[in-house]
C-alpha cells in the first residue's frame, strides 16, 4: 500500500504565500518524479510543477518566478512553495509520485493524493 498525504492548503489573501507538502509512505522500492497539479472548478486537471529524483524541475508558464518546488529524498515529500498568489491560482492541489513498490521494483505507476484546497481571496 501507497499513501500520499498533502498539507497546508487553506485560505490567503490575493499577494500572500502557502507551503504545501505531501509525504508519500508505504511499501515504496523507488521514487522517481514527485509533482503537484492542480483543478479549478470547470477546467481540467493541470501540471503545476515537477521535480524528478535528480533534481530537474519543471513548472507550468503560469507559475514560474511564483512557485518553487522542493523535495527531501530521504523524507520521500514534496514542497510547493506557493508566493504572490493570485485569484487564479485557486484550485484543489493534488500531489503525484511516479514510484515503484517492493512487490513490483521495476515497474513505475503513478499515485496521487487527496488533495488539498487552494482558496486566494480577499
Known amino acids: 500500500q501507497v499513501q500520499l498525504v498533502e498539507s497546508g492548503g487553506g485560505l490567503v489573501q490575493p499577494g500572500g504565500s502557502l507551503r504545501l507538502s505531501c509525504a508519500a509512505s508505504g511499501n515504496i522500492f523507488s521514487i522517481n518524479a514527485m509533482g503537484w497539479y492542480r483543478q479549478a472548478p470547470g477546467k481540467q486537471r493541470e501540471l503545476v510543477a515537477t521535480?524528478?529524483?535528480?533534481?530537474?524541475?519543471n513548472y507550468v508558464d503560469s507559475v514560474k518566478g511564483r512557485f518553487t518546488i522542493s523535495r527531501d529524498n530521504v523524507k520521500n515529500t514534496v514542497y510547493l512553495q506557493m508566493n504572490s498568489l493570485k485569484s487564479e491560482d485557486a484550485a484543489v492541489y493534488y500531489c503525484?509520485?511516479?514510484?515503484?513498490?517492493?512487490?513490483?521494483?521495476?515497474?513505475?505507476?503513478?499515485?496521487w493524493g487527496q488533495g488539498t484546497q487552494v482558496t486566494v481571496s480577499s
Open positions: 521535480i524528478t529524483s535528480g533534481g530537474m524541475l
Open positions: 503525484n509520485a511516479v514510484l515503484s513498490t517492493y512487490a513490483k521494483r521495476w515497474i513505475y505507476d503513478h499515485y
